[in-house]
């Protein structure tokens, strides 16, 4: 039976909520929350919700034939928590909660791991370097990162993710966009079984450069570099125009889209599926997914908030764990 890690997340944020609200459903899989047993008890009872934890043990089975059982690993809080705020103090059980996930992932304790989102800014704001799950885990495991959006079967991933857009033509380079190309490739068919991918290629300059009047980048790097790539066995489609390519009658054989920069490929996949799309890393010795949204301070304790994102997580988790086991 697969057996799932589910990080917290900030815990002043919507993460605690998400993931007392998964308890109250039962699971033909294991689940096993990240993070401080007190904080998800409290959080139950903000809510009004069941909650009856149980304390993760490596021998025995934490999935739950009954609503509102939860196993939890206890990670200890650096601060106290008041729902809704802030607090820099508590960065590092952040970080602690990732860490144990991750770490449980790379021997095997774990299948996958689900991530609740955290606040980047207030990590910062404790002196500790952070831009984010993919970057970090992608450190603390020496590899190289890619990032995945999904919704349903479109998937989005970028050759680039979180830096200033000015700092984006520079790295257009060869060797970055072959990296993620074939790491894309390999990974759509060993985490999803997708045989033959084909993928969609965006160009970084409106309509592909204009034949290099719009700017060069097609024509000196992305163009030699994708039939580099084509001749070592990838289908790949492009460069297209970007206002172009997110169309019907080019995604409806695409099995992915590789994007240029992030707020060149996200906000269209968002725009199609914000609420229930998913945010996969790539390129990692372990299985991540995460939710497609942020940490929502204002609505956590409150109730109101929707859990589809982290249903698809979950599923999306299950789905690859059992592709590269098969």
Same mark, same amino acid.
């Given at each position: 039976?697969?057996?799932?890690?589910?990080?917290?997340?900030?815990?002043?944020?919507?993460?605690?909520?998400?993931?007392?609200?998964?308890?109250?459903?039962?699971?033909?899989?294991?689940?096993?929350?990240?993070?401080?047993?007190?904080?998800?008890?409290?959080?139950?009872a903000a809510l009004s919700l069941p909650l009856e934890i149980r304390a993760f043990?490596?021998?025995?089975?934490?999935?739950?034939?009954?609503?509102?059982?939860?196993?939890?690993?206890?990670?200890?809080?650096?601060?106290?928590?008041?729902?809704?705020?802030?607090?820099?103090?508590?960065?590092?059980?952040?970080?602690?909660?990732?860490?144990?996930?991750?770490?449980?992932?790379?021997?095997?304790?774990?299948?996958?791991?689900?991530?609740?989102?955290?606040?980047?800014?207030?990590?910062?704001?404790?002196?500790?370097?952070?831009?984010?799950?993919?970057?970090?885990?992608?450190?603390?495991?020496?590899?190289?990162?890619?990032?995945?959006?999904?919704?349903?079967?479109?998937?989005?991933?970028?050759? +680039?993710?979180?830096?200033?857009?000015? /700092?984006?033509?520079? @790295?257009? #380079?060869?060797?970055?966009? &072959?990296?993620? $190309?074939?790491?894309?490739?390999?990974?759509?068919?060993?985490?999803?079984?997708?045989?033959?991918?084909?993928?969609?290629?965006?160009?970084?300059?409106?309509?592909?450069?204009?034949?290099?009047?719009?700017?060069?980048?097609?024509?000196?790097?992305?163009?030699?570099?994708?039939e580099k790539c084509r001749a070592q066995g990838l289908n790949l489609i492009g460069?297209?125009?970007?206002?172009?390519?997110?169309t019907q009658h080019h995604l409806n054989d695409a099995d992915a889209v590789l994007?240029?920069?992030?707020?060149?490929?996200?906000?269209?996949?968002?725009?199609?599926?914000?609420?229930?799309?998913?945010?996969?890393?790539?390129?990692?010795?372990?299985?991540? +997914?995460?939710?497609?949204?942020?940490? /929502?301070?204002?609505? @956590?304790? #409150?109730?109101?908030?929707? &859990?589809?994102? $982290?249903?698809?997580?979950?599923?999306?988790?299950?789905?690859?764990?059992?592709?590269?086991?098969?």
């Amino acid at each position: 039976m697969l057996r799932l890690a589910l990080t917290t997340g900030e815990p002043a944020g919507i993460g605690p909520d998400l993931t007392v609200i998964q308890a109250q459903s039962t699971r033909d899989y294991e689940l096993v929350a990240i993070g401080n047993r007190q904080l998800l008890q409290e959080r139950a009872a903000a809510l009004s919700l069941p909650l009856e934890i149980r304390a993760f043990d490596l021998h025995a089975a934490a999935r739950s034939d009954d609503a509102g059982v939860l196993c939890v690993a206890d990670v200890p809080l650096e601060h106290s928590v008041q729902t809704g705020v802030l607090n820099s103090a508590n960065a590092q059980y952040v970080l602690n909660i990732l860490d144990v996930a991750a770490s449980g992932c790379r021997d095997k304790t774990f299948h996958a791991m689900i991530t609740a989102p955290v606040h980047k800014g207030v990590i910062n704001d404790a002196g500790i370097a952070f831009t984010g799950h993919t970057e970090y885990l992608a450190e603390k495991s020496n590899s190289d990162p890619v990032m995945l959006l999904a919704s349903g079967d479109f998937r989005v991933a970028l050759a +680039t993710t979180h830096m200033p857009l000015s /700092a984006v033509p520079a @790295a257009i #380079t060869e060797q970055g966009i &072959s990296r993620v $190309l074939h790491i894309l490739h390999n990974e759509l068919q060993s985490r999803f079984a997708i045989k033959s991918p084909v993928i969609l290629v965006c160009a970084l300059n409106p309509h592909a450069g204009e034949d290099g009047h719009l700017g060069r980048e097609e024509i000196d790097i992305i163009i030699p570099t994708l039939e580099k790539c084509r001749a070592q066995g990838l289908n790949l489609i492009g460069p297209l125009p970007a206002d172009t390519l997110f169309t019907q009658h080019h995604l409806n054989d695409a099995d992915a889209v590789l994007a240029m920069f992030h707020d060149q490929g996200l906000p269209v996949l968002k725009y199609a599926g914000f609420g229930s799309a998913v945010n996969i890393t790539l390129g990692l010795p372990i299985i991540r +997914t995460s939710v497609d949204h942020g940490t /929502a301070i204002d609505k @956590a304790g #409150t109730g109101n908030i929707e &859990s589809g994102s $982290l249903n698809s997580a979950i599923a999306t988790a299950i789905a690859m764990a059992t592709a590269e086991q098969s």
